[in-house]
């Protein structure tokens, strides 16, 4: 009898991993198991694209439906997972049947955090990480319509670039002094919030969320204490790692399934990759990503560990975002001691701001700047050292710096 | 009203022929995914961030396709296996121009 594997998630990394145990010549039978009614899909365009309605849903499958059955992997879908028995090496699903397992593999994501505020269960909040989110999202999504957005990080600005341009009055609360304060640096903050405020949305910084009134669905926010009309509230306040199911398990979990370079658990038939993980980054601490570049490589990682062929993980991070008619691009995790070097003019709206940390890049985040994007990733992979006033001088190319 | 689809032929390296119908709009690289077309990875679904979905395109429609953006430009210096035809079949849109385009997939992507 050949090995076979089961795989809790059906998300990115759950798609990429049934990619590549086939690639890394993984031949057993494999499994996937997803809570959600569809395939393993992409999330990044449900807050751009396909909320703006400029991408229809088969665009967003990962794989054509067929793909599965070609490459041996079973599907189980609309199923949550409920246990898993080390012991027994199985795992044990909501509706009851187990499914035994000489390697298993947890893709199981993140879920939204929920406000807590009084009113937040009022018809009318919104998130927004599925697909249903999104459905239920655009039905109320239309022009002339209040929408009042809790958080200002890369969801809730995405969603406010799609609704200035609907139509909608978009006023985005934020509890911090700038937008997307966990992600990138205050120069890039500075300039989106530009960005935002001539798109006509209105920005409240330092401003959290008291409450949200209305009679039996969402009238106002209050914030800062004032009251707000809106009649669409949509909260984007981060994601926690889904990892209830290994923590009954026994695993370890510190905010993230904690796994090793090889993206295995502390269980030796137990592996873990994407948004649910905590791993030792390049760096060399524990750290907790949250895109889809982790759920793709930290995947690929899992794989070839479970195929026999481990290689250590140590994939440089990278993030993008679209906005209006910017896209934003990072690579590398900067650090507030960075020292920040800008190439090119804000006001051109095509620019990068480079971090060097002991005079080697650590990171680059680019707006409309491919080249500083691709060019600065890699001088991140090399850590390489580059003076300042290089980096800055635009009569240099990027492809002279590598 | 379903869009109009149009014909591509992938060819893998060693020289398998398949030839599928594209919907208008979706990049090429879409249309192998779909259409399970070995040889075009697509690691990361289109975003033009990891340039595992390189192919090769037949002189006679080189000169029909839009030029490379900025973006496509750098990624393809960097992508293994590069010839002066190579292109990014997630940056070119599928449309009645391109009906019946041909595209060589290189042996590997990575």
């Known amino acids: ?402 | 009203m379903p869009a109009a689809k149009y014909k591509v032929t992938y060819i893998e390296d060693g020289g398998k022929a398949h030839t599928v119908e594209v919907a208008e709009g979706w990049s090429l690289m879409e249309g192998a995914v779909k259409h399970l077309i070995p040889g075009i990875d697509a690691d990361c679904g289109g975003a033009c961030a990891c340039a595992t979905c390189q192919v090769y395109v037949a002189p006679e429609w080189e000169a029909k396709l839009p030029p490379k953006s900025d973006m496509e430009e750098t990624m393809l210096d960097f992508a293994p296996e590069v010839r002066p035809n190579s292109r990014l079949s997630c940056q070119l849109r599928m449309s009645a121009a391109l009906d019946g385009i041909v595209l060589n997939l290189p042996k590997s992507q990575h």
């Open chain 1, 1 to 402: 009898m050949p090995e076979n594997i089961v795989i809790i998630g059906a998300g990115q990394a759950g798609a990429q991993a049934v990619q590549s145990l086939r690639a890394d010549g993984f031949t057993g039978p494999i499994t996937m198991v997803g809570d959600e009614a569809y395939p393993p899909y992409q999330r990044p365009p449900l807050s751009k694209a396909y909320l703006l309605g400029s991408f229809e849903r088969p665009r967003l499958f990962l794989k054509a439906d067929a793909y599965y059955a070609e490459a041996g992997c079973e599907l189980i879908l609309n199923t949550p997972a409920a246990a898993i028995h080390r012991g027994e090496r199985q795992v044990e699903l909501a509706d009851g049947r187990r499914l035994a397992y000489d390697k298993l593999l947890l893709t199981t994501g993140a879920r939204v955090r929920k406000l807590t505020c009084p009113g937040a269960d009022l018809p009318g909040v919104h998130y927004l990480k599925t697909i249903a989110d999104v459905n239920g999202l655009q039905e109320v999504f239309q022009a002339g319509k209040r929408i009042a957005i809790v958080g200002g990080g890369y969801i809730g600005l995405e969603v406010a670039a799609v609704g200035a341009k609907r139509g909608l009055e978009v006023t985005v609360f934020e509890a911090m002094d700038r937008l997307m304060a966990r992600a990138v640096s205050p120069q890039l903050s500075a300039f989106f919030a530009a960005e935002h405020e001539k798109a006509g949305v209105k920005l409240k910084l330092r401003t959290g969320v008291e409450a949200i009134e209305g009679n039996d669905r969402v009238e106002r926010v209050i914030a800062g204490g004032q009251a707000y009309d809106a009649d669409i509230v949509l909260v984007g306040i981060g994601v926690v790692p889904c990892d209830e199911l290994a923590v009954r398990a026994g695993l370890a979990s510190e905010d993230g399934i904690v796994v090793d370079q090889n993206a295995r658990t502390g269980d030796p038939h137990i592996w873990a990759a994407g948004d649910c993980t905590r791993h030792v980054g390049r760096e060399g601490h524990y750290i907790r990503l949250e895109c889809v570049q982790n759920a793709i490589d930290q995947a690929k990682h899992a794989a070839l560990a479970m195929a026999g062929k481990a290689r250590t993980y140590s994939e440089v991070p990278w993030f993008w975002s679209d906005q209006y008619d910017l896209k934003l691009q990072i690579a590398g995790l900067a650090r507030p001691s960075d020292r920040l070097v800008l190439r090119g003019d804000p006001a051109s709206r095509k620019f990068a701001v480079f971090h060097l940390r002991d005079g080697a890049v650590a990171a680059v985040e680019a707006v409309n700047a491919a080249p500083e994007y691709m060019i600065g990733k890699r001088l991140v992979a090399e850590g390489k050292k580059i003076a300042a006033e290089t980096l800055a001088d635009t009569s240099i190319s990027m492809k002279q710096m590598v």
